[in-house]
T-cell receptor, first 115, second 110 residues
Framework: ETGVTQSPTHLIKTRGQQVTLRCSSQSGHNTVSWYQQALGQGPQFIFQYYREEENGRGNFPPRFSGLQFPNYSSELNVNALELDDSALYLC??????????????FGEGSRLTVL | QQQVKQSPQSLIVQKGGISIINCAYENTAFDYFPWYQQFPGKGPALLIAIRPDVSEKKEGRFTISFNKSAKQFSLHIMDSQPGDSATYFCAASNNNDMRFGAGTRLTVKP
């Protein structure tokens, strides 16, 4: 059973640039959620994708967008990067969209630094 | 955005001692309360979870106590070991939105 994998593991961008982060969900999981974890803080919910459609969104601006592909892998795109976007971005997969029906399986994250 | 308050921010416990981490939530619609453990450089991993229809759940050395009327829940780690040293996050969820606490950095001294 393959776990959740994310890429890249680390990246550095400058303010105003755009970034794409990728996630492969665990085998058998059709739902992917993205979280932002600032240093010393808990993960904050960005959005969730289920069957290629956005299925819930946290309090993040529209410059945070995503995609889910037929194989359930997912991308997180952030446009017009700001310094405060520097964080660990976590992808979590689950076998169904309801977070309250079971655990989330997290990847190791992509650490983004915006200079 | 934080709807789950967690304390303490950091905790140091001697090996064999009891570690206690507390959380409080605001939204009464939350109906699933997990605890996640995170080691440096890793993503969070589910440790134990509880639903509001029970007041306590125990798995090995880990116990969740849940007080629905007070909107509080806590994690107890019995016989704490140096390998338990990690950051612990409580969380609460309803449907597809899981809210995490700010985390507790636990250090267990040998």
């Amino acid at each position: 059973e393959t776990g959740v994998t994310q890429s890249p593991t680390h990246l550095i961008k400058t303010r105003g640039q755009q970034v794409t982060l990728r996630c492969s969900s665990q085998s058998g999981h059709n739902t992917v959620s993205w979280y932002q974890q600032a240093l010393g803080q808990g993960p904050q919910f960005i959005f969730q994708y289920y069957r290629e459609e956005e299925n819930g969104r946290g309090n993040f601006p529209p410059r945070f967008s995503g995609l889910q592909f037929p194989n359930y892998s997912s991308e997180l795109n952030v446009n017009a990067l700001e310094l405060d976007d520097s964080a660990l971005y976590l992808c979590a997969s689950s076998p169904d969209p309801g977070a309250n029906t079971g655990e989330l399986f997290f990847g190791e994250g992509s650490r983004l630094t915006v200079l | 955005q934080q709807q789950v308050k967690q304390s303490p921010q950091s905790l140091i416990v001697q090996k064999g001692g009891i570690s206690i981490i507390n959380c409080a939530y605001e939204n009464t619609a939350f109906d699933y309360f997990p605890w996640y453990q995170q080691f440096p450089g890793k993503g969070p991993a589910l440790l134990i979870a509880i639903r509001p229809d029970v007041s306590e759940k125990k798995e090995g050395r880990f116990t969740i106590s849940f007080n629905k009327s007070a909107k509080q829940f806590s994690l107890h780690i019995m016989d704490s070991q140096p390998g338990d040293s990690a950051t612990y996050f409580c969380a609460a969820s309803n449907n597809n939105d899981m809210r995490f606490g700010a985390g507790t950095r636990l250090t267990v001294k040998p």
